[in-house]
């Protein structure tokens, strides 16, 4: 008698305890998806702000938009700029990226910043004037360097993302800092780095980031670092450890980043071009130091333009165009 009812008792505790964890579970559940709710909508509106859209819909140097759904090949511009108060800002950084998800791969070309080119206005080609490449943002914004960089390597340039390299700084410290190695030892603007491995700060990285005159490479040798730096920055960004800092991370972002890709691109380049990164490609452009009228420049001839421009155009699956001559001398 006792144990049966001694076994009554236990099989109703049961389903009182099943209930208990049953509950507990469906108010994580929704808990969490309410968070996630909440990730997405800031996701959302940080992306929205970040958006800036070109006037023109596509380019002159392609004839048919892109279609994210037939994996088209394509192209986005990566410029980091060096935008302070009361400064209309220059380039630091150009970089033209290929993807290419048929072929699993990518290549990403280097522009010197003091590339000596025709800058395009695409408002007015009276106003076209022969500079340095990273003029052309002073000159005409995110819209002239564009068109410059289009005219000189006669490619197509469908997207881009701009990186305000002063506020860089908040972008790495929301990630909590980068690990990098510091091959020559230096001191800029009140930051002094020893050779060796160093765990950066956002003031640190930029100044890292920035740094050219103590580089045995000069220019080169800075845009291999702000390479590093991004890509470092992505990846941690990347990381789950960095979930519980979102916020800081999409503040640091909206504030310092333009693009003009939307969200759904954004999620349909990581969906369909993930391929594309299997084999990563560098191609650096050959070209002559030159000093013309007490100003230096990284000349580029005609001929390298063009092998540049062929090479670009078969990685977009588009045929190969002879390249405008360059009136600049």
Known sequence: MNSRLSNKRKKQRRPRWLRIILLTMTLFIIGGGFYLYNVYSNVVNAVDNMNNPLERKVSEKR?????????????ILLVGVDEREGDNGRTDSMLVMTLNPDLKSSKIVSIPRDTRAELIDPDDPEENTVSKMNHAYAFGGIEMTINSIEHFLNVPIDYYVEIN???FKDIVDAVGGINVYNEYEFELDGVFLT?????????????YARMRKQDPLGDFGRQERQKEVISKVIDKGL?????TSYDDILSALEKNVKTN???D??????KQYKDAAETIEK??????NETINDVYYYSV???TRQALSDEIRTHLGLPTDTVEASNIY
Do not use: R, W, Y
């Open 63 to 75: 004839p048919e938009e892109v279609l994210f759904k037939d994996k088209d090949p394509l192209s």
């Open 165 to 167: 390299m002063e506020g």
């Open 195 to 207: 050779e060796g491995q160093h765990h950066l700060d956002g003031e640190e990285a930029l100044q």
């Open 239 to 243: 990381s789950l450890k960095t979930l």
């Open 261 to 263: 890709l939307t969200l």
């Open 265 to 270: 691109e954004i999620l349909a380049i990581q």
């Open 283 to 288: 191609v650096e452009i050959p070209g002559e």
């Open 301 to 303: 001839d005609d001929e």
